[in-house]
């Protein structure tokens, strides 16, 4: 009897010690390295031989090399070749500052009805202190000519601040000045030469400092990006691809693919495979919509999930971005004099002409179904001041098969609505009539209204508002891509506001698995009351 | 009471032990890995938990296909044939006769290895919990790749409701193994394919041990 049982055992175990050996399978499949993710293949192909070349060499180009006195004289020199850039350059947003191509229509932009809760309005290009950021040559807007080397010069050279020296000098009449003029105007031929492609650091010039200084405003862009490692941005790490903007921010006629306003960079997400000539501004774009390596389940994500949701796990994590702004805290004095006020990370927390200010670093986003446009509060929109003013707000709910999980940048303040119109208000601040020279609000207001052609009620008072910046740059090695339980978790999971979905480990049906529990509690005990009674009984047999 | 002298049966095939045992060691497996999926607690981390669960999951449906085969090939299903003769009696046997130490209602023959309580409690699993839990599995398992007829929260619902239900026939069941001659008679049984009855059971020869290969 033995050693058939013996038998059978062995046989036993085998069949058993099979089954959880073929666990093995199931991890041996996963390693990082056995197969390439399609995603990362698909994006390989698809930015190969990325050298650009070129026809022309600009520091041989006679119309280049001469002594420009202004900077509309540089931009005739460059048409007198690229005869259609500045009519194309026209009709974009970059230089009308309005996202609609009908120039009549000024409901969204920066020289439109737009606001945001930074410095609240363009004031139709009237505050002159916004204009640094305009392709235009010194403060005429739109009325003067393109600046193309604002976009296309590589040389870093002030050309305004050489213009304007040559300009004072040439007008003092001093014969001595006139060597100086010469030495600024051979710089100025060495730098108009520099001519490119745009850089990281061109885009940046406005991009990484909007809304007043270094990662105001969006959190996923600011200076940290122009030379960045592939620790902080896969796609530009100088170490890794070394991306410019424009590598996905494609362009067509000086068209920049992007999100405007309340348009989303594109409607459906494309591949190239399905077109190839779509812009490369989506992630699926060149990875596809499965991107990661088959049977993961990763890609069963996709669906519902974007990239942007796991693989960037926190923005602003090198430099700090502004996250809350307060103007009605602005206007106080030490000493009958403006001051400013340091905080953590060596950062303004006080201005006296903006108001109090909190910084952050390594912020965790906020998530919301967005399907890539936004909601817009202009100022001539009604507002309820009963309620934080979303003045920017994704768009999209689970039932719209364009919208994913996004992250998002969500920049909150405090900022001057009208008491009786019940509209945000466009204080002018730069400027004599400005907030910054009068520190009178009430006046900025009446002055900065005036530019938009709102009317003012007189009244204002100050009222809650957000704004909110899709977070899409900063996309970090997968390896620091989020792990399951940051999301599919009871507690203080990533995505506990989103709503429309099951997410195991995050839901439960409280009915049901209270029925469960009580089902097996109830057995336990039962069993247990059973067994003690049992034991008491001894079955009732007797010794 | 008297001593009864007891013998045993070859109650258990080799395969139906086996299948039983797999079967035990998938569905603890299942629970465990489930309710970590579930959010109840962290024990192998959320995506060796999935990854298990997965290959555990699936592998289940083959054991189960056996296990159908089986039942059918062997005539085995009439062992689950419910009924409601004795069922009554051996309900009070386990409220009350128990604890008088009377003798089970029912002896386990190779005709009918269970008796109407444990049929009715297989059946029901068998037929109606278990193939409910492995619909709902894998119409959840393959929710991305196939038309989405049954939302997502009713099947995790119901997955996890079977789920805790399996769970309570699980105590129950392990507890009801100690009730055997004595403790661990009932689970040797499982394990050897011999059953200890009482010798008075009528039993055909070729039941015993003494007809055994």
């Known amino acids: 009897m033995k050693p058939r049982y013996s038998l059978k055992y062995c046989l036993t175990m085998i069949v058993v010690t099979i089954f959880i050996c073929s666990f093995q399978i199931v991890f041996a499949s996963t390693p990082e390295n056995s197969e390439e993710a399609l995603g990362r293949k698909l994006a390989r192909q698809a930015v190969k031989g990325s050298k650009r070349w070129s026809t022309i060499d600009h520091t041989k180009v006679t119309v280049l090399n001469k002594d420009f006195t202004s900077g509309e004289q540089i931009t005739q020199a460059c048409i007198s070749c690229h005869s259609e850039a500045a009519t194309q350059f026209h009709k974009t947003i970059h230089w009308t500052w309005l996202a609609s191509g009908d120039k009549s229509d000024i409901r969204y932009g920066k020289a439109g009805y737009s606001v945001n809760n930074f410095c609240i309005s363009g004031n139709a290009m009237e505050d002159k202190g916004c204009l640094k950021c305009h392709t235009s040559w010194n403060k005429k807007g739109v009325k003067g000519d393109v600046n193309c080397l604002k976009c296309h010069n590589s040389s870093g050279f002030n050309f305004i601040e050489a213009f304007g020296d040559i300009k004072a000098f040439s007008e003092d009449g001093d014969p001595d000045t006139d060597e100086m003029v010469k030495d600024i105007q051979q710089e100025i031929k060495e730098a108009v030469t520099k001519v490119n492609f745009p850089t990281r650091k061109n885009c940046g010039e406005c991009h990484f400092k909007g809304g007043g200084g270094d990662g105001v405003k969006h959190g996923d862009l600011d200076t940290s990006l122009t030379k960045p490692n592939r620790m902080l941005d896969v796609h530009m790490g100088t170490d890794g691809k070394n991306f410019s903007c424009t590598r996905c921010h494609t362009t067509t006629d000086h068209h920049i693919a992007g999100r405007i306003y309340t348009n989303p960079a594109v409607e459906t997400r494309k591949s190239l495979i399905e077109d190839d000539l779509a812009p490369k501004i989506t992630c699926v774009s060149c990875h596809s919509s499965e991107p990661h390596k088959n049977d993961s389940k990763m890609n069963d994500h996709t669906d519902v999930v974007s990239c942007q949701a796991c693989h960037i796990p926190e923005y602003a994590r090198v430099n700090p971005t502004k996250m809350w702004w307060d103007w009605t805290k602005a206007g106080k004095m030490k000493d009958g004099k403006p001051y400013v006020e340091k905080g953590p990370f060596g950062k303004p927390v006080y201005k006296s002409i903006k108001g109090e200010f909190r910084w952050e670093k390594n912020v965790v986003p906020e998530y919301f179904w967005s399907n890539g446009s936004q909601t817009s509060t202009t100022i001539n929109d009604v507002i309820d001041p009963a309620q934080i003013v979303k003045v920017s707000h994704p768009v999209g709910d689970k039932n719209d098969p364009e919208a994913r999980i996004f992250p998002f940048k969500i920049h909150r303040g405090k900022q001057p609505y009208d008491k009786i119109h019940k509209k945000l208000l466009a204080p002018l601040l730069s400027g004599k009539n400005g907030y910054w020279t009068t520190f009178d609000m009430n006046d900025a207001i009446e002055h900065g209204n005036k530019t938009l052609g709102i009317p003012y009620s007189g009244e204002f008072d100050y009222v809650e508002t957000s704004y909110a910046f899709p977070i899409t740059h900063m996309v970090a090695p997968k390896e620091n891509a989020l792990n399951c339980t940051q999301c599919h978790i009871r507690e203080n999971s990533r995505l506990a506001n989103i709503t429309g979905l099951y997410m195991p480990g995050r839901d439960k049906s409280n009915l049901f698995d209270t029925i469960g529990w009580i089902s097996v509690l109830g057995a336990l005990a039962g069993v247990l009351l059973h067994g003690i009674g049992r034991f008491f009984t001894r079955n009732g047999k007797e010794d | ?213």
């Open chain 2, 1 to 213: 009471m008297e001593n009864i002298k007891t013998i045993k049966i070859y109650l258990y095939t080799r395969y139906e032990r086996l299948w039983h045992w797999l079967q035990a060691l998938m569905i603890i497996c299942l629970i465990v890995t489930g309710l970590e999926i579930h959010g109840t607690y962290k024990l192998f981390g959320f995506q060796t938990a999935v990854n298990i669960h997965n290959f555990v999951g699936l592998s289940w449906l083959i054991l189960f296909a056996f296990f159908v085969f089986w039942l059918l090939t062997t005539g085995e299903w009439k062992q689950y044939i419910p009924t409601t003769k004795k069922l009554f009696s051996v309900v009070l046997f386990y409220a009350w006769g128990i604890f008088q130490g009377k003798p089970h209602p029912i002896q386990k023959t190779k005709g009918a290895k269970h008796n109407p309580l444990q049929r009715l409690a297989y059946l029901g699993i068998s037929a109606m919990l278990l193939p409910v839990q492995m619909i709902t599995g894998l119409l959840y398992y393959l929710y991305n790749d196939i038309p989405q007829i049954v939302p997502l929260p009713v099947l995790a619902v119901m997955h996890t409701l079977i789920a805790f239900f399996l769970l309570n026939f699980l105590v129950i069941h392990l507890y009801m193994t100690t009730t055997g001659h004595s403790l661990f008679s009932h689970i040797a049984g499982m394990i050897t394919g011999w059953e200890e009855i009482y010798e008075t059971t009528e039993i055909a020869d070729w039941e015993t041990q003494a007809t055994k290969k």
